[in-house]
Every structure is written in C-alpha cells, then in structure tokens.
C-alpha cells in the first residue's frame, strides 16, 4: 500500500493516512474485500507507532469504511461509493465556507475569490 505521510503538515497522521485509504477506496485501488496491511506492518513501513495507525484503522471502522476480524485482518467492507463522494464534497464545502469567511474579514469581493481559485486551479492542471 502506497501511503505517503507528510510530518511536516498540520493535519495529523492517523488523519492522513485515514484520507489516503478512502481515496484508494473511492478509486477502487483498494476493493470491497481487499486485506489492509496489518497494524504491525503499515507502522513498520511508515516508521510511525502502531497506535497511529490503530487510530486510523479505528476511524475507517467507524465510519463503516473497513471490518476488523479478530484474528484475520481489517478488510475494506462494501462500500456506497455515492455516499463516501458525497460526504467528501461536504467536507470541501466546509473548507471553501471557511475560506470565503476569512476573505470576508479581510474584506475580499467575489472576484477576488474566483480570481484565487481560478489561480489555484491552473497551477493544480
């Protein structure tokens, strides 16, 4: 598994990893069914502590995303693709209403946001 964490960032690393796994589920890299590394292993492979990465386990059990069975491994449960990207769409809202609350109180127009994101966008393609 393919996971690239990022110490310097201000997002922790159980978030970080918790991000990664829905992204490779959306994108069906990692399928219904498909064995997660072990806590053991994935902590070892990203030289950080297993209780980390059973945090972040944890947090994709909760939200319905994987099964734990004791004593055979986290598999990534049968997932509502539509709900998971739905609930993603929410979160970037979320930021964007954030940001445009910033902007407003630094007196930001409109244009000035589309202006950014315009920006952002063409450095992104």
């Known amino acids: 598994m393919n996971i690239i964490i ?5 997002i922790p ?4 990893i918790v991000d990664q796994i829905k992204g490779m589920i ?7 069914n498909d064995i997660l ?9 990203l030289k950080i502590s ?3 990465v059973k945090k972040a386990y944890d947090c994709l059990e909760q939200e319905g995303l994987t099964v734990t069975i004791h004593g055979k491994g986290t598999f990534v449960a049968v997932a509502n693709r539509e709900l998971m990207r739905e609930e993603q769409r929410k979160e970037v809202e979320a930021d964007f209403e954030l940001a445009i609350q910033k902007g ?3 007196g930001m127009q409109e244009q000035e946001f589309r202006e950014i994101l315009e ?3 063409e450095d992104r393609l």
């Open 50 to 52: 297993a209780l980390t």
């Open 26 to 32: 959306l994108n069906s890299t990692l399928k219904e």
């Open 104 to 106: 407003r109180r630094f």
């Open 6 to 10: 990022n110490s310097s960032s201000m």
């Open 119 to 121: 920006l952002i966008l």
């Open 37 to 45: 590394p072990s806590v053991r292993s994935l902590s070892k492979d």
């Open 13 to 16: 690393i159980y978030e970080q």
